[in-house]
DNA sequence: TTATTACTTTATAATCGTTATAATTAGTCT
DNA sequence: AGACTAATTATAACGATTATAAAGTAATAA
């Protein structure tokens, strides 16, 4: 039930001293329960029913403020705009380059590439970003 | 001495099909010389002085026949433009979060990371990035 | 309760990187 | 040289994101 996981990613702004807003509470709810990767005008979109008074900027002002308390992250692929994912474990993503589906995947650290990359380049490292590209089974499927 | 990696690299698009126009010579002259990952404003900036006249479309265009003929790739880092680095041997980059430097890093590719996701998500894979985020030793020292 | 204040949202305009368009210029081929 | 193709230029268009200013909403203090 992810009404659980919408509470306690309120709380925790709440904590942080974010005020919970229908907008705020409803994008929250749109990233959680829809398992995707939504860009912000996905979100904008989803939630025109529900807010026709909504504007764009309210989402990315907002997505801003939960990247800021670490309860979002945003994605950027090259092309086209940043996608955004809740936090919840640590997880990279591979995505198909035919359809561009983003699927999660866990892996355990690549704490040997950090090191050594600090070691070699004198770096102090703080993270890394890593993506796997390739093509889904639907996709495959599909020829 | 880079004039060699010049002329192999025309030497590469001429058999490809490609023409070297004065303009597409110095775009890749100036990314070979230039040790950084410019981006297509540097260039076009760079370039100014010889070619007063050139537009910033030819840049584009000619980075992008740069990138078919696989001699160049494009980085793409979440915020702000593209960088463009010439593809000599298969390395990483470690970028600095304070001032934005990236260095080049060699590490023998992560197979195990591709066959796992392979295996796990039924994806085909075809090719990963990844990019290693730190403090660089210059911003260390100025804390 | 009312006044004051800070925070949010909205609507709109601005910005920035990149791409598309159309006209001009330059190369190539016979 | 003449015809054809490709490349460059100048400019406009586009799409994602951010900035701005005005209006609205909640929180707090008197």
Redesign the interface.
């Known amino acids: 039930m992810s009404s659980a996981k919408i509470n306690a990613a309120i709380d925790n702004l709440k904590e942080a001293g974010v005020r919970i807003t229908p907008q705020r509470h409803a994008i929250l709810e749109h990233l959680i329960q829809s398992m995707s990767h939504p860009t912000a005008d996905e979100i904008y979109k989803a939630l025109e029913g529900k807010f026709p008074n909504m504007s764009v900027a309210t989402v990315y002002n907002n997505l801003r403020v939960f990247k800021e308390a670490g309860l979002v992250k945003?994605l950027?692929?090259?092309?086209s705009s940043?996608r955004f994912d809740c936090v919840t474990t640590d997880h990279?993503h591979?995505i198909?380059?035919s359809c561009g589906k983003i699927?999660d995947?866990h892996?355990p650290g690549?704490d040997e590439?950090?090191s050594?990359?600090?070691s070699?380049?004198?770096?102090?490292?703080?993270?890394?970003?890593?993506?796997?590209?390739?093509?889904?089974?639907d996709c495959?499927r599909k020829h």
Request: one cysteine or more; proline letters at 3%.
């Open positions: 945003e950027t692929y090259g092309d940043s990279y591979i198909c380059d699927v995947f892996y690549l590439v950090e050594l990359a600090e070699v380049t004198g770096f102090e490292v703080g993270r890394h970003r890593m993506e796997i590209y390739g093509v889904c089974p495959k």
